[in-house]
């Protein structure tokens, strides 16, 4: 009933289908993990029927430019793939462990307010990914009967395990507004507390909304009433009536915004004002070069495109620079350690408590030691305005590692880096090979010749294969 500047169209496959062709694919036939790693003696676990297993949907979006350099032409693309693959193969792009599941739509409302029209486009894509995941709903309230690559058919069930984004579109996922956790109830004036805020479980969010008496045909006044708890203003979320999917425990953390992004964001700018820039930034110019590492030769201070790839280096040296350097005090150098400790520890592949107990206690050091990065005057705002807050999402969002780790265990598995990758294999080399015009058709149409090649080519190397063995 909102008009929009230009048609809106949607475009997706079977979701179901997506998750079929994976499992039954002949190249993941002995990289599927479909026995539990942890055996569970509670009463939720006779909830599963006998010789059922799960599926654990793995789910990414996120806007990303089809065109380089010119145009401005985006693309919203939804990807979709399964947990039950083996990390290292999943991780690996040449795989092709992540397919393209839907093309959401990016609509320009006609509205004279303008977060209105922010809350109608986030309605649109509740409303889209509703339509796209409703197979998989069913089939994970109900079951659905795949065959494996062998031939044999298994009953299978399809929560939702994950869902990798960055922090912008988690938080419109999760249907609360900016300066808000989409994972905890915490405040982004709680955003420096020490401790892990409760959860924002899925009956709580689906109870504030069910408060809301206002007909949502009234767009002000419901937004109004929404912003009273904190909402976005999101009336459905595509989650409500997904069994077992809850955004507390689907929205994982992940390293390349949650910790590189933070640390170059954040952490190198107080050490650039401590230390001094042109002195930190000389630091780094005249390290000795090492086999294996970045090596900075012009230092940091003119870089003007920094990847993730160099976020995570600049992480090497960092504590080593500030060590003992003009301006610093040992628990400026504390308090950056700790941040670095709990980065690295947070990734390593197999977690024991030991190495839990290690992150848990490097956050907390840090706690114990960030009043002296406000102390010093490190933290800058716009216009170079001193700041004496915390009022960081990223930083309360690392009082969920460690929830999150007990919840879909090793981090690893749900790299943003890995669906950036993706993204250029299923957006931009597409993209390239249009006429540049009415994009969206055009790329579902190359990947859907793509596939058949490909499939074509597999079935002649199974048939090969079966005919050298007779």
Known sequence: S???????????????????????????????DLTPQQIFETAERSQLPLGATLFGVVLSSDKTNITAMTGGRIAHPLLISLANIKMDIQNKASNSAFLLAALLPIPEFIHPVSCICSVLSDQLIHRCLDIVLEPLKQAAQLGWMMSDPAGDLCLCYTPLAAYIVDTPEATMLACIQGLT?????????????????????????????????????????????????????????????????????????????????????????????????????????????????????????????????AQCDMQQYIVALISGASGTSPAFVRAV????????????????????????????????????????GSRHGKKNVVLDNWYIPKLELMQSVMPSISNVGSLLQWPTDMTKHAHIMLIKDPGDATNHNNYDPQICCFLDRVEKCRLFDVGIHLSLAEASCI
């Not at 999917?245 to 992940?254: A, G, H, M, V, Y």
């Not at 005249?286 to 230092?299: D, E, K, N, S």
């Not at 290690?358 to 010093?376: G, M, R, T, Y």
């Open 2 to 32: 909102h008009p929009t500047k230009s048609p809106v169209h949607l475009h997706f496959q079977d979701t179901l289908d997506c998750i079929e062709s994976l499992f039954n694919h002949p190249y993941f036939i002995d990289k599927l």
């Open 181 to 309: 956790s989409p994972i905890t109830m915490a405040m982004y004036k709680n955003f420096r507390d020490p401790f892990w805020h409760p959860p924002r479980l899925r009956s709580v969010t689906l109870a504030q909304l069910a408060t809301i008496k206002v007909d949502i045909s009234d767009m002000d006044a419901y937004f109004a009433q929404c912003k009273e708890y904190c909402l976005s203003g999101v009336a459905l979320p595509f989650w409500c009536d997904w069994v077992l999917s809850d955004p507390s425990r689907f929205l994982t953390p992940e390293a390349l915004h949650h910790w590189f992004c933070m640390f170059f964001d954040h952490n190198l700018k107080w050490c650039l004002r401590i230390v001094g820039h042109e002195e930190l930034d000389f630091y780094l110019a005249i390290l000795q070069p090492v086999v294996g590492h970045h090596h900075f030769g012009t230092g940091v201070l003119k870089l003007k495109q920094v990847t993730g790839r």
């Open 337 to 376: 350690r700790a941040l670095m400790d709990f980065r690295y520890l947070s990734q390593v592949p197999v977690l024991t408590n030991t190495v839990c107990q290690k992150i848990s206690a490097a956050l907390k050091d840090f706690h114990d030691n960030k009043h002296v990065i406000i102390s010093l």
